[in-house]
């Protein structure tokens, strides 16, 4: 998902890294953009990691360079609730948040609905060998997994976002159930 439109827009600005580049920040660090540079072909990103975990140390500024700022989204996405928490939280836990945040239906979702449907076919249609009435079958219940498969998908993304808000108000005295 693209958030800018133009680089300039980065500049001055924090963001979570969801992607680890070699080299560069490790994902679930928060960046600070210093400069930005785009030109036909390229984008020229100059950052300084403003909190970090054991391996950054310094407060060194990183110069990295994109195809295009797509890629750049890709790499580092505006996030104000970790930004605003992110010293409640650990590396594991913010890398988690983003596996399940940059999940979608193609990434998730679809893998396992063709991975049922391939089951119960190959259940119902090749083992059992009911013909077509294992083929309807097998339809029809890889249509009820996609159901509980789309459930599952939308709770994970409310339930780690209130797992995370359970985690930073512990230190307030407040519990989320």
């Given at each position: 998902m693209?958030?800018?439109?133009?680089?300039?827009?980065?500049?001055?600005?924090?963001?979570?890294?969801?992607?680890?580049?070699?080299?560069?920040?490790?994902?679930?660090?928060?960046i600070?953009?210093?400069?930005?540079e785009?030109?036909?072909?390229?984008?020229?990103?100059t950052?300084?990691?403003?909190?970090?975990?054991?391996?950054f140390?310094?407060?060194?500024?990183?110069?990295?360079?994109?195809?295009?700022?797509?890629?750049?989204?890709?790499?580092?996405?505006?996030?104000?609730?970790?930004?605003?928490?992110?010293?409640?939280?650990?590396?594991?836990?913010?890398?988690?948040?983003?596996?399940?945040?940059?999940?979608?239906?193609?990434?998730?979702?679809?893998?396992?609905?063709?991975?049922a449907?391939?089951?119960?076919?190959?259940?119902?249609?090749?083992?059992?060998?009911?013909?077509?009435?294992?083929?309807?079958?097998?339809?029809?219940?890889?249509?009820?997994?996609?159901?509980?498969?789309?459930?599952?998908?939308?709770?994970?993304?409310?339930?780690?976002?209130?797992?995370?808000?359970?985690?930073?108000?512990?230190?307030?005295?407040?519990?989320?159930?």
């Amino acid at each position: 998902m693209t958030y800018l439109l133009n680089i300039d827009e980065a500049i001055d600005r924090k963001f979570l890294v969801s992607k680890t580049l070699k080299g560069q920040a490790e994902a679930g660090n928060i960046i600070h953009v210093m400069d930005a540079e785009g030109s036909p072909n390229s984008v020229l990103v100059t950052y300084r990691v403003s909190h970090y975990n054991e391996k950054f140390h310094d407060y060194q500024d990183y110069t990295i360079k994109f195809d295009s700022v797509a890629q750049f989204c890709k790499w580092a996405q505006p996030d104000n609730f970790i930004a605003r928490n992110y010293e409640s939280l650990n590396i594991k836990d913010i890398q988690h948040y983003i596996k399940v945040k940059n999940r979608s239906f193609t990434t998730f979702c679809l893998p396992l609905i063709i991975a049922a449907l391939v089951v119960f076919m190959v259940l119902f249609v090749g083992l059992l060998h009911l013909g077509a009435i294992g083929a309807v079958l097998a339809l029809v219940l890889t249509a009820g997994v996609a159901v509980f498969i789309m459930v599952i998908f939308k709770n994970q993304k409310k339930q780690e976002k209130m797992r995370l808000y359970s985690k930073i108000s512990s230190g307030w005295g407040v519990v989320i159930d």
